[in-house]
């Protein structure tokens, strides 16, 4: 096996392990489990650049040292902390979407069908927003949450210009930080809400960091459609 498989199955069980412990509540193991998911996924793209004799994508690696940031950050409570976390993924998502949009490389979203997924990741951006609103408004939390959606919605969509792992990986970061945000504005709470938000955020960013690091960046008929829509971090 080599060592780019050896780091990616090293991030499997750590998200496995981090999943048990959001499922039993224990609070060290996931101190412990969470900072060290998006540093893995680093080094498994860093080797697997290497075994292709490429050079490491530089915003992929940033957008994985924000997202290790915003990790860091919402384990910490309050809204300060819950802020910070939120400005640190902002940073990761725009990150991406600049990688997703070098040389026009999202210029197929332009075009049928493909022009669908931005439009339908637009009309869900705003439908979410406005069910939440209310909930939003009432934390204090209502502008600050607008503006991440908008950029999420804009990663989930350039995404999908990149093959079904990149497109499928950004539609469930998406879906992770929507279960965050409805639970902030009050409107939905489903059981194990926690193991959710963790297992979509991980599968997402290991799906979106699998697919850049094969060279998926053909766009494909069948990109990922929208199945939610966004907004703060976890």
């Known amino acids: 096996m080599s060592r780019s498989r050896l780091l990616m199955a090293a991030f499997v069980a750590l998200a496995a392990a981090n ?69 640190l993924f902002l940073g990761a998502h725009l990150c991406y979407i600049a990688a997703f949009t070098r040389h026009g490389a999202a210029s197929p979203l332009r075009r049928p069908p493909l022009v669908a997924v931005p439009l339908g990741y637009a009309v869900l951006t705003v439908a979410a927003l406005a069910w939440m609103w209310p909930g939003l408004t009432d934390a204090g939390l209502a502008a600050p949450v607008a503006g991440y959606a908008l950029a999420l919605a804009a990663m989930a969509a350039t995404a999908s210009a990149h093959g079904w792992r990149v497109g499928l990986g950004g539609a469930l970061f998406l879906a992770s930080d929507l279960l965050i945000a409805t639970g902030v504005a009050g409107v939905l709470d489903p059981p194990g809400a926690p193991v959710l938000v963790m297992a979509t955020y991980a599968a997402g960013q290991a799906l979106i960091v699998a697919g850049r690091a094969a060279g998926d960046t053909a766009a494909s008929p069948t990109a990922v459609t929208p199945a939610a829509a966004p907004a703060g971090p976890r």
């Not at 412990?21 to 900072?35: F, I, M, Q």
């Not at 290790?68 to 819950?82: N, P």
């Open 19 to 87: 999943l048990v412990a959001n499922a039993t509540g224990d609070r060290p193991a996931e101190l412990v489990t969470k900072p060290l998911l998006m540093p893995l996924l680093a080094a498994y793209l860093w080797r697997a650049a290497a075994e292709r004799g490429h050079r490491p994508q530089r915003l992929v690696l940033a957008a994985l040292a924000f997202s290790t940031g915003g990790d860091v950050a919402l384990l910490g409570a309050g809204t300060g902390w819950f802020l910070t976390g939120m400005a």
